[in-house]
Every structure is written in C-alpha cells, then in structure tokens.
C-alpha cells in the first residue's frame, strides 16, 4: 500500500513541477500589445446577407430581445467604415441573443485576417455584447499566427443601423497582449 501511496505523490509532484516550470517559461518571453481597428458589416437584408438566421427566437420575445435566436455570420471586416474600403479580414462565427431583459448577444467569433502584417493570423473573441449600448467590451481569449496566445479585449461602437433590416457597421477597436 504504501508504495502505491509514494508511486502517486510522485506522480503528483511530477506533475504540478511540470505546469510551474511551464508557467515560468511564458513568463520570461516577451510580449506585445497589438491594437487593431477595423469594420464590421453585418448584412442581414437582400440577396446575398453576411448573417443568417439558424434558430428562430422564442415565440414571447419575437418583438423585444430575440432571446433565443441564434445567427451564423462571414461578414467583412474592412479597413474604414465605408463598405466599399479595403477588406483587411473576414469575422466568421455565432452570435445570438442570450437575455430575456435587453438584446444582450453572446458573440463566439472567429477574426481572420488577410491583408497587411497580420495576414494568416486570427483572433477569438468571446462574450456578451448589449448591442444597445453605445460602446460595448469583449474579452479577446486566445488567436493564432502572430496572436498566438493573446488575450485582450474588443471595444465595439456601432456606428450604423439600419432598424428595419438589422444590417448594421460596427467600429472595433480591439487590444490584444500576445
Ligand atoms: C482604442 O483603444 C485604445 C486602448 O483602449 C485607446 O487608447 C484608443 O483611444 C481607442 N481608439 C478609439 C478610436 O476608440
């Protein structure tokens, strides 16, 4: 018995020296703060929409905050607000309305981005965005490429909408330590 206690403290220790000698190695290597402002065009109306809806809202909040509804969207990240300015990234992913009380959206996205120095490298955002606030915050919780490992955060300010169709533009500003 007793060897099978030793074998597991062993284990144990082996283990947690393992994760602190890891966490000491990100911690020497340097970082750097990235920020990045970009566009996004939410295109739900017309033809050919950026943002399509996959699961209807709930029958009681069909007029008020959507709770329920869930979207899939590949829309445009372009470089001003003008939507005929240059493409920089494509932001792909669900966003979808999860309060009862406000039209609160938890956004799992995915920002790719294809032009200039971070081309091929991507940033994940997750969290909640009460789109009727002028200016909402979002954790950044991870990226790819030259944003491996970041963490950081989105402003977003929306700076057009269109209230019948829901397409809207929405500013980011987006900080990211990686
Ligand atoms: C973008 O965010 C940074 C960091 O929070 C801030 O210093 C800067 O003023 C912001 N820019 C705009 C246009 O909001």
């Known amino acids: 018995m007793s060897s099978i206690a030793t074998l597991v403290i062993f284990v144990i220790f082996a283990a947690t020296n393992s994760i602190t000698a890891s966490a000491a190695e990100v911690g020497t290597e340097k970082e750097t703060v ?3 402002q970009f566009y996004f065009h939410d295109t739900l109306s017309g033809k ?3 943002a399509v809806r996959v699961v209807q809202p709930v029958d009681a909040y069909k007029g008020t905050t959507l709770f329920g509804l869930i979207m899939m969207a590949d829309d445009p990240l372009t470089e001003t607000s ?3 300015s240059k493409i920089v990234g494509r932001a792909q992913g669900l966003y979808g309305s999860a309060c009862q009380q406000e039209l609160g959206l938890l956004m799992a996205m995915s920002f790719s981005f294809t032009d200039g120095p971070y081309s091929g490298s991507s940033i994940s955002l997750f969290g909640k965005n009460s789109a009727m606030n002028p200016v909402r915050e979002m954790p950044i919780v991870g990226g790819t490429g ?3 490992m970041a963490r950081g955060y989105a402003e977003a300010r929306t700076q057009w909408l269109d209230p019948t169709t829901g397409d809207a ?3 980011y500003n987006v900080t990211v330590v990686h």
Do not use: H, Q, Y
């Open 169 to 171: 533009i929405v500013a």
């Open 48 to 50: 050919n929409p950026s």
């Open 146 to 148: 030259m944003f491996r």
């Open 34 to 36: 990235t920020n990045l």
């Open 82 to 84: 003008d939507p005929k």
